[in-house]
């Protein structure tokens, strides 16, 4: 479930990225980022568990 969250993180940074560089998506890119940190604050938050 990490994995999938940093990959979730990753992909939402970079359409962050290429939206505020490239194209004016407005709110919607903002919105990504923000769903992005989440991820990566969770992520860290929750660490890895001991099996």
Known sequence: MGNILYIIALVLVIAWAIGFIGYNAGWIIHALLIIAIIAVLL???QGRKVV
Do not use: K, M, V
């Open 43 to 45: 992520r860290i938050i």
